[in-house]
């Protein structure tokens, strides 16, 4: 899951230098491919760019599926959601959320990219998050350099070359096309586990911790617990 | 007089019953036969070796598969054979043997026998014995029915310890945890059902005040016995081997130098971390640099891609998982003249293990040990999936799958291997089933797992409860047979979960010899849990 937020934060905007983050802002400006200014459009269908990460063997969870609706606006994958709300100018307006299982409640914090510096190689996020100021650098620090990890240059040359790639196959099909032929290469490379890696690759140790404790939970302590019960409790002896 | 009028009356009433059963049993499984099918490293390679066998020709020629399986289930056909018993008449007469054997030690423990006639008709209408993986020459039916010999066994001796009359018992057990040990690799979890055995006769004797030097000989002869006859029997298939093949080895995939080779593989570093991929391409590549005298084997094995089995039925598929690849290395050897015998294919893998070894202490290969078996030890980074086959096993263990959903093709078995089915008196092309008895057959099935289902979930209910209230109404014999199959059948599915995370998932036969004795066990054990808590209310 760390692994999804980290991704969607390299989608839109590749490779973290420097952060300011005025008052309950957490933003990142980040250097980007110029190329990107002929697929701006993409970053308004967040659902096409996970989709897009997938078919280049980037995929944004391993286990469990994505979630694709309103033509590729909003996009959920386990319990993280993100939408497009609108643009205005170059600066494009998305909610990112968490869903907290309970019904249709979520947690969402408005994000904002700002795509008016792509031509010059920068684009700038900001997160608007409560209490931002309260997140330690350490922690930022970390959120930089798994950005930088997952949306270095070479990936997002990569993606570029695979946009490019695609388009030339729906040609003057507009954006519309290319959408599709993203969907349609996604199809053409299912049907089999290929999609998104092989069946049984490693999945980070972070992501297990609750899983174990669960487990150390179930199996250790509460057998530990019902015993210490069993013994304590007065008048236990054969019948 | 009238009372023991009343029991012969029931008595016959439930042989009468336990007959109807049977017949029953014979009639719905009449029109199956034995598929002969083409697997070298199942169906064909155990009646090769058996026909082997029987020719006196000890296994047969040695070739890369030859010992990749435990030979108990040649040695049954070719013992079976010899006697002029059909292969398909053995397995379902000794299920039948095995199933009323338990049940009459759960009867003479004091089981309800309505309940038991019901118990016997789950485990003789289990869908499991006419299933795919049943009707081929397969290990597990075998397997199966030891077990259930050897749950009976179990039985008896603690419904018999305190008059002297358990020894025969005692050697039936010894005899089934023998050849049990000789059947399958993973066998060797039998030593937890013995400790498990060993601990309920201590108590059973204890609670049945036997005298003291008494009770120690049925202990020690407990504990020695059923060891005895299993390191013997052990000692003479090695001794045998390796006068026909020169090394003292039983199972050349599992022990001796191919599975310390297989650890040397996979020490060495590879970006693909994959806990089915053992051997990648990576990882051959570099070895092949490094090793000349395993470029033969790296340039024989077949490439990844998503046509291949491993991609089909585990997903893997830019590489080839541990169920093929480790099969694909051995074979490759011998095709490359690398391994002609088994000292020589020891040889082989020795060498190649020892300059990987060195490669990697000079520094020309980058590795990070990573255990020094067949398996890597278990990581916690592998928890999740674990978790995952372990959940899978244990739907297996509730409800077994019949079919195999994504089949291997079936093929054509080539001539000589026809001719080894037909000699083994098994028809190369098997008729087709009736039409009325497959209907009848596919009708059972669904009621058939929903009941058992539910009744093994009640019956591990009732193992806890019965557990808690132990104190106050101490394990009698159906209790403690519970328990026992309940507790072994736990331990197994977490070792199996643990060989699962590396081989990848097993298909149901794995189950089935617990949930065949778990079937037969679980009506009667819950029944004395109930009676147990009403004793202490």
């Avoid at chain 2, 029109?31 to 006196?56: E, F, K, N």
């Avoid at chain 2, 108990?72 to 398909?88: C, E, K, N, Q, Y």
């Avoid at chain 2, 490439?303 to 051995?330: D, I, Q, Y």
């Avoid at chain 2, 199959?485 to 599915?493: F, Q, T």
Wanted: proline share 6%.
């Amino acid at each position: 899951m760390t692994r999804l937020r980290y991704l969607w934060l390299a989608v839109l905007l590749p490779l973290a230098s420097n952060a300011a983050e005025p008052g309950s802002e957490l933003s990142f400006e980040i250097p980007t491919l110029p190329g990107y200014q002929r697929y701006v459009r993409l970053f308004e269908h967040p659902g096409y760019l996970a989709v897009l990460l997938e078919n280049n063997d980037l995929p944004l969870t391993h286990s469990s599926k994505l979630i694709v609706r309103e033509r590729g606006r909003e996009v959920e994958a386990k319990n993280i959601v993100i939408r497009f709300i609108g643009r205005n100018g170059t600066s494009y307006n998305y909610e990112a959320g968490v869903t907290l299982g309970i019904g249709s409640a979520s947690v969402t914090v408005p994000v904002v990219a700002d795509f008016s510096g792509l031509a010059a190689g920068k684009t700038t996020v900001v997160a608007r998050l409560p209490l931002a100021t309260l997140i330690p650098g350490e922690k930022r620090e970390r959120i930089q350099s798994k950005v930088r990890t997952f949306a270095n240059a070479a990936t997002q040359q990569k993606l570029l070359d695979y946009l490019d790639r695609l388009s030339k196959t729906v040609p003057g099909a507009g954006f519309d096309g290319l959408g599709e032929a993203i969907l349609l290469d996604a199809y053409n490379r299912g049907g089999g586990p290929a999609l998104r890696g092989d069946v049984g690759d490693a999945v980070p140790l972070s992501e297990q911790w609750m899983l174990i404790l669960t487990l150390a939970i179930w199996f250790i302590l509460f057998p530990i617990a019902l015993i210490v019960y069993r013994l304590r409790r007065p008048g236990a002896g054969p019948a | 007089v009238v009372g023991t009028g009343r029991i012969d009356l029931l008595s016959g009433l439930f042989a009468l019953g336990a007959g109807f059963l049977v017949a029953f049993y014979l009639v719905l499984t009449s029109d199956l036969s034995i598929v002969a099918r083409y697997s070298p490293h199942d169906d064909s390679l155990y009646v090769a070796r058996a026909v082997h066998l029987l020719a006196g020709q000890a296994f047969g020629p040695y070739d890369s598969r030859l010992l990749v399986k435990y030979p108990g289930l040649s040695l049954w056909m070719a013992g079976t054979r010899s006697v002029g018993i059909p292969f398909l008449i053995s397995i379902h007469a000794l299920y039948i043997a095995a199933g009323l054997y338990l049940a009459f030690a759960l009867l003479k423990a004091g089981a309800s026998r309505w309940l038991l006639l019901v118990a016997l008709a789950l485990y003789l209408l289990n869908p499991i014995t006419y299933s795919e993986d049943w009707m081929r020459v397969m290990r597990e039916p075998l397997d199966t029915s030891l077990f259930v010999v050897m749950a009976g066994a179990i039985a008896w001796v603690l419904l018999r310890a305190a008059d002297g009359r358990a020894w025969g018992h005692l050697a039936v057990f010894c005899a089934a945890f023998g050849f049990s040990m000789l059947v399958r690799e993973e066998s060797r979890l039998l030593w937890a059902l013995l400790a498990l055995f060993i601990a309920a006769l201590a108590w059973q004797t204890k609670c049945l005040a036997m005298p003291g030097r008494r009770r120690l000989v049925l202990l020690l002869a407990a504990v020695a016995a059923p060891a005895l006859l299993a390191k013997t029997g052990e000692h003479a298939l090695r001794e045998f081997v390796d006068r026909h093949y020169g090394a003292t080895i039983m199972h050349d995939f599992g022990e001796g130098e191919f599975p310390r080779l297989v650890a040397a593989i996979r020490s060495v570093e590879s970006a693909k971390d994959n806990r089915l991929v053992m051997v990648t391409q990576e990882r051959l590549a570099r070895i092949q640099k490094e090793v000349p005298a395993f470029a033969p084997v790296a340039e024989r094995l077949p490439k990844p891609g998503p046509a291949t089995f491993s991609c089909r039925l585990h997903g893997v598929c830019s590489e080839w998982s541990n169920g093929w690849m480790l099969f694909w290395l051995k074979d490759a050897a011998f095709d490359a003249r690398l391994t002609p015998n088994l000292p020589a294919a020891q040889d082989y893998f020795h060498r190649v293990r020892s300059s990987i070894e060195d490669a990697c202490a000079a520094g020309r290969l980058r590795c990070a040990p990573n255990g020094d078996g067949l398996l890597p030890p278990m990581q916690l980074r592998w928890t999740r999936a674990y978790v995952a086959e372990g959940y899978r096993l244990a739907k297996m263990f509730l409800a077994p799958e019949l079919f195999p959903k994504v089949a291997i093709p079936v093929i054509d078995p080539p001539k000589e291997v026809r001719h080894a089915f037909e000699a083994m008196g098994i028809p190369a092309a098997a008729p087709p089933p009736s039409a009325i008895l497959a209907g009848i057959r596919a009708a059972l099935v669904a009621p058939h797992h929903l009941f058992a289902g539910f009744l093994l979930l009640a019956a591990l209910l009732a193992l806890a409860l019965r557990v808690w209230i132990a104190d106050r109404v101490p394990l009698e014999p159906i209790a403690l047979i519970g328990a026992i199959v309940a507790l072994y059948a736990l331990w197994r599915l977490a070792i199996l979960a643990y060989a699962a995370v590396y081989l990848g998932p097993f298909t149901s036969r794995i189950v089935f010899s617990t949930y065949a004795v778990a079937v037969l066990v679980a009506l009667p054990f819950i029944a004395e849990t109930a009676a147990a808590w009403r004793r202490v209310k």
